[in-house]
C-alpha cells in the first residue's frame, strides 16, 4: 500500500490546530453568550429605565397639574359657589398662565349632562371617552393621546356647594417630557407613530417620527428604509443599527395605542463605544488566538524538528546494514550530546548493537557460505574440485576464449577396469585407488589448469591457453605415462590404465555441456579400441554417436513390428558330408533400407541394453528353429549362435537359458555358443566363470573369428572351448598366400593336439575344400555348400539339398572330385 508521507511535525500541528479550533469556537460561543446576555440584560434595564422615567415625569405632570388645579378650586371657593359659572370664567382668565407655566394646550370643561361649560377647543372623542370615565368612576382619570403630537390628557371631578360635578380635562404637550427624558436617560428619545397592521399585510404607510430630542437622527434611523419587521424586531427585542460610523440601540415603549395606529417612545442608544468595546474584545481574542497558534506551531517545530532529523538521520544509515557497511553505520552520530535520553537514544543505541550483532552473523554466515561452497565444489573422496566446479570454471574458460585468442581443452578420463577392482576387492581398496588415481590425475596437470572428478572413476581435465590441441596431447600422454606405474596397496598390486577422450575447441560459442560429452564420446572410442590409449573428438565421432542413437531406436521398433529374422548357414563334416549344425544369423528387413547386414548395426549395437534383448529373441528363436529340425528328422544337429560380449556379460544368460531348456525340453547339447576373441579378453575371469557355469549345463563353446585377434593357443587351455572356427579372411587366401596357408595348418595341428574341433568359414570353391579336407579339418562352412538359408525356406532347401542327413554332393563338384583324383 502506498501511503501518503505526512511528517510527524505536520501532525502534531494538525493536531493542536484541531484543539485550537475547537477550544477557540468553544470559547467564542461561550463569549458571545456571554455578550448576548449582558446585551439583554443591558436592554432590559434600558427599558425598565426608560418606563420607570416616562411614568415618573408622566406622574410629575399630572401632579403638577393637579395641585394647580386643587389650589384654584380652592382659590375661587368652588365649595361655596352653587354653580360652576365662576369656575369656568376664572378658567378662561387663567388659560393664557396655564399655557405659559405648565405647557397646557386645551382645557374643556363639561357638566354630568355633558354640556361644555368651557373649552378652548374642539371636543375630540378621545376627551368625550376620557370624561365619561371621570363621571363613572368619580376619580381623576388620564391618558395619553397623540392627534398630531403627543399631549397627556388629565381629567379631574370637582364639586361645587350643591354636590354637583363638572370635569375639567386639560391637554399637556409631552413635548417637555421627552426633553427631560432626555436629560435624565442621557439618551435620545423620540415618539413615534407605527401603523397598524392590519389584516392584509403590511401597511404601506412608513412609520412616522412625531417628535424627537433630535429629529435628524430618529427619522434617518426610525424611517427611512425601516420595514415594519424591523419594527417589530425593535418592539420586541430591541434594534441595532449602524449609521456614520455610529452604532445605535433602540428599543421603543408602547405610549398609547388607537384604532389605526400605535405610538411609542423609542429610546435611541448610542452604543458605539459599547460596539467598538466588543469589537476590540473579538479582535484581541482572535489576535491571542493566532498568536498563541503561532507559538505552538513554532514550538511544536523546534521541538520536533531535532527528533525527525534524527528519525531521517537513522533512516537514511539503516540501508548500510543491509549492504554490510556495518563500521560505516556505526561511524554515523545518532546520538546527541543531551542531558537527558530519550527514546530516540535508545533506537540509537539499540541499532548500534544491532549492527555488531548483524556483523557476527554476516562472519557467521560467510564463514559457513564458504564451507558448503567447499562441500558444494570438491569431490570428499579424493579433495579434487568435483563436476559443480567443473562446470563454474570450464564456463569461465570458455568465457575468455575470445579475449585470449586460445583454446581450451577437455580431457574425459575413465580408469579401464576399475569396476573389476571394485567388484573383487571391495569398495574400500577402490576407494584408495580412485584416491591414488587423482593423486596421479592431479600431477600431471599445471598450475592453472583444472583436474576434477567427474564421477565414479572418471575424471575431467580442463585445459586453456592452449596454442593448439597438440598441447593437450601432451597433457595427455603424461597422465597415460603416471599410469604406466602399478598401483601398490598393502599387498596388492594393480596396473590400471586409463582412456582418455579429448574435445578441443576455440570457439567461443562452445557450450561446455558439449564439449565435455564430446570428450566422452572420443573417451568410449579409446576404450573400443582397447583403453589405455587416448583418442582426440571429431566429428564422425558424433555422427556415429547420432547414428547408433537412432538405431537403438529403431531396432526397438524392429522387434516389435518383427522386422528381424534368422538365416542358417549349414555346417558339414569335412569327411562326411554329414550335417554337423547350422550357424545362425541375424537379418534386419528394414521397410525403408531393405536387408541390412548384421555387420552394419550389431558393431554399434554392441553393448547396448537393445543388443541384449535383440540376444535374446535370437536365442528363444533358435530354440524353436532346433524344435522344427527335431521333427524335420536331424536329431542330433546343432545351432551355432553368435553371443554378442554385452550378452555374455548379462547374469541372466545362465538362468535365461536353463529356463528355456526346460520350456522347449530340449538338452543343451543341441546348441553351440560362439564368442570372438574380443569377447573373450574383455574380462577373462568374469568369461572363463561364466563359460564354465554354461558348460556345467552341457553347452559347447565356439572361438569364432580365429586368428584375427590377440587370443593365444596358450589361454585356450585354460577355457572350456571345444570348437575353433578359424577366420574366414584366411580361408579366402589359402591357396594363394603362403603365410596364411601355414596359418590354416599350423591352428589346425595345435587345436587338433588340443583335442578341440576345427571349422573352417568362409570356404567357397573346391580347392579350398579339399585342401582343407587333406589338412584334418573337421568341419566345412560356407559358399561353397550353401549361402545362409532364410529361416522360411530351411526345410524346403534341405528337401533339396539333403538325404537322411548327408549333404547331396552337387553332380559338378563330384565330377571335379573325380576329374582331380584322376589327376
Ligand atoms: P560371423 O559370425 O563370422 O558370421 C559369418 C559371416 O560370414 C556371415 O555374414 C556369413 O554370411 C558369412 N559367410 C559365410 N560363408 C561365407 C562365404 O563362403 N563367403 C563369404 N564371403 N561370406 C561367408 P553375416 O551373416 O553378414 O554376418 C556377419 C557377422 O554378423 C557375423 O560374422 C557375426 O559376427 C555377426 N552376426 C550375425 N548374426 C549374428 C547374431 O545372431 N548374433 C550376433 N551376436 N552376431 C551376429
Ligand atoms: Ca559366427
Ligand atoms: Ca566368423
Known amino acids: 500500500m502506498n501511503k501518503k508521507f505526512v511528517s510527524v511535525p505536520t501532525k502534531l500541528l494538525t493536531l493542536i490546530v484541531t484543539t485550537l479550533l475547537f477550544l477557540a469556537v468553544g470559547f467564542s460561543s461561550l463569549s458571545y453568550w456571554r455578550l448576548q446576555a449582558d446585551y439583554q440584560e443591558f436592554q432590559q434595564n434600558n427599558i425598565a429605565q426608560g418606563q420607570v422615567q416616562v411614568n415618573l415625569h408622566n406622574s410629575i405632570l399630572r401632579n403638577k397639574l393637579t395641585v394647580w388645579l386643587e389650589s384654584f378650586t380652592d382659590l375661587i371657593e368652588l365649595s361655596q359657589q352653587d354653580d360652576f359659572s365662576t369656575l369656568a370664567v376664572q378658567l378662561e382668565k387663567q388659560y393664557d398662565a396655564l399655557q405659559l407655566h405648565l405647557n397646557v394646550e386645551d382645557i374643556w370643561l363639561v357638566d354630568d349632562k355633558e354640556n361644555i361649560l368651557f373649552a378652548t377647543n374642539d371636543f375630540p372623542q378621545v376627551v368625550q371617552d376620557n370624561i365619561a370615565q371621570v363621571f363613572r368612576l368619580q376619580e381623576p382619570e388620564h391618558r395619553i393621546y397623540c392627534p398630531q403630537s403627543c399631549q397627556l390628557l388629565l381629567s379631574l371631578p370637582l364639586l361645587n356647594k350643591q354636590g354637583d360635578m363638572v370635569v375639567v380635562t386639560m391637554s399637556t404637550s409631552l413635548v417637555d417630557m421627552l426633553f427631560a427624558l432626555k436629560t435624565t436617560l442621557n439618551r435620545d428619545v423620540a415618539v413615534i407613530r407605527i401603523p397598524v397592521k392590519g389584516n392584509n399585510g403590511i401597511k404601506s404607510t412608513p412609520a412616522k417620527v412625531i417628535s424627537a430630542s433630535n429629529m435628524g437622527l430618529a427619522e434617518s434611523l426610525l424611517v427611512m428604509n425601516k420595514s415594519y419587521s424591523a419594527l417589530n424586531q425593535a418592539l420586541e427585542q430591541g434594534l441595532y443599527l449602524d449609521l456614520k460610523n455610529n452604532s445605535y440601540l433602540i428599543n421603543l415603549l408602547p405610549l398609547s395605542k388607537q384604532a389605526k395606529q400605535d405610538f411609542y417612545l ?6 458605539t463605544a459599547y460596539k467598538a468595546k466588543n469589537d476590540a474584545y473579538q479582535k484581541r481574542f482572535i489576535l491571542s488566538l493566532s498568536l498563541i497558534f503561532i507559538m505552538l506551531a513554532a514550538f511544536v517545530y523546534f521541538i520536533s524538528s531535532p527528533f525527525t532529523k534524527r528519525l531521517l538521520l537513522l533512516s537514511n544509515a539503516l540501508p548500510l546494514l543491509a549492504q554490510k557497511k556495518f563500521g560505516q553505520f556505526r561511524q554515523v552520530d545518532l546520538k546527541r550530546p543531551r542531558l537527558f535520553a530519550d527514546e530516540l537514544d535508545v533506537l540509537a543505541n539499540s541499532s548500534q548493537e544491532l549492527s555488531f550483532e548483524l556483523e557476527q552473523l554476516n562472519l557467521v554466515v560467510e564463514q559457513k557460505t564458504k564451507e558448503l561452497e567447499n562441500i558444494a565444489m570438491y569431490d570428499l573422496l579424493t579433495g579434487l574440485p568435483n ?4 562446470n563454474y570454471q570450464l564456463r569461465k574458460s570458455l568465457g ?10 577437455v580431457l574425459f578420463l575413465d580408469l579401464d577396469d576399475f569396476k573389476k577392482v571394485n567388484d573383487s576387492n571391495g569398495h574400500s581398496i577402490g576407494d584408495k585407488l580412485l ?3 587423482a593423486d596421479r590425475v592431479r600431477v600431471s596437470v599445471g598450475e592453472v589448469d583444472l583436474a576434477c572428478r567427474f564421477g565414479g572413476d572418471e575424471f575431467v581435465i580442463v585445459l586453456s591457453h592452449l596454442r593448439g ?7 595427455a600422454e603424461k597422465v597415460l605415462l603416471q599410469f604406466k606405474d602399478a598401483i601398490k596397496l598393502g599387498s596388492n598390486i594393480f596396473y590400471v590404465s586409463t582412456s582418455i577422450g579429448i574435445a578441443y575447441t576455440e570457439s567461443a560459442t562452445e557450450k561446455s555441456d558439449d564439449l565435455i560429452s564430446h570428450a566422452d564420446i572420443a573417451m568410449y572410442e579409446a576404450k573400443d579400441n582397447g583403453g589405455g590409449q587416448y583418442h582426440i573428438y571429431h566429428q564422425e565421432m558424433f555422427q556415429r554417436v547420432a547414428h547408433r542413437v537412432m538405431l537403438e531406436g529403431e531396432v526397438r521398433q524392429a522387434l516389435a513390428k518383427q522386422q528381424f529374422s534368422l538365416s542358417l548357414q549349414p555346417q558339414i563334416c569335412a569327411k562326411t558330408k554329414k550335417i554337423y549344425g547350422f550357424e545362425a544369423l541375424l537379418r534386419w528387413q528394414h521397410p525403408d533400407r531393405g536387408m541390412i547386414s548384421p555387420e552394419d548395426f550389431i558393431p554399434i549395437l554392441e553393448n547396448s541394453q537393445h543388443m541384449i534383448e535383440l540376444g535374446y529373441w535370437i536365442i528363444r528363436r533358435c530354440f524353436e528353429l532346433i524344435v522344427e529340425l527335431k521333427k524335420y528328422g536331424l536329431e542330433d544337429v546343432r545351432i551355432a549362435i553368435n553371443l554378442s560380449a554385452g550378452q555374455f556379460i ?19 547339447q543341441s546348441f553351440e555358443l560362439e564368442l570372438t576373441e574380443q569377447t573373450l579378453v574383455k574380462d577373462m575371469d568374469h568369461t572363463i566363470a561364466m563359460m564354465q557355469s554354461l558348460k556345467n549345463i552341457g553347452f559347447s563353446f565356439a572361438i569364432d573369428d580365429f586368428g584375427t585377434g590377440y587370443s593365444s593357443l596358450a589361454y585356450l587351455k585354460k577355457m572350456p572351448v571345444d570348437v575353433i572356427k578359424i577366420d574366414k579372411s584366411f580361408i579366402f587366401g589359402m591357396l594363394e598366400n603362403h603365410s596364411d596357408f601355414q596359418i590354416i595348418t599350423s591352428t589346425i595341428a595345435m587345436v587338433k593336439n588340443l583335442g578341440l574341433m576345427v571349422v573352417a568359414e568362409g570356404v567357397e570353391t573346391q580347392a579350398q575344400l579339399r585342401s582343407l579336407t587333406e589338412n584334418d579339418c573337421d568341419i566345412i562352412q560356407g559358399y561353397y555348400y550353401s549361402k545362409p538359408i532364410p529361416e522360411k525356406e530351411l526345410l524346403s532347401s534341405l528337401d533339396r539339398q539333403t538325404t537322411g542327413g548327408y549333404w547331396k554332393v552337387p553332380k559338378s563338384v563330384t565330377d571335379n572330385l573325380s576329374a582331380d583324383k584322376s589327376a
Open 650 to 668: 548379462d547374469a541372466n544368460l545362465p538362468n535365461f537359458l536353463n529356463n528355456l531348456l526346460a520350456e522347449f525340453s530340449l538338452s543343451a
Open 469 to 475: 590441441v597438440a598441447e593437450a596431447i601432451e597433457v
Open 266 to 271: 423609542a429610546l435611541i442608544d448610542d452604543v
Open 387 to 390: 563436476r559443480n566446479m567443473l
Open 435 to 437: 584416491i591414488q588415481a
Open 400 to 409: 575468455n576464449i575470445a579475449r585470449h585468442k586460445s583454446g581450451v581443452a
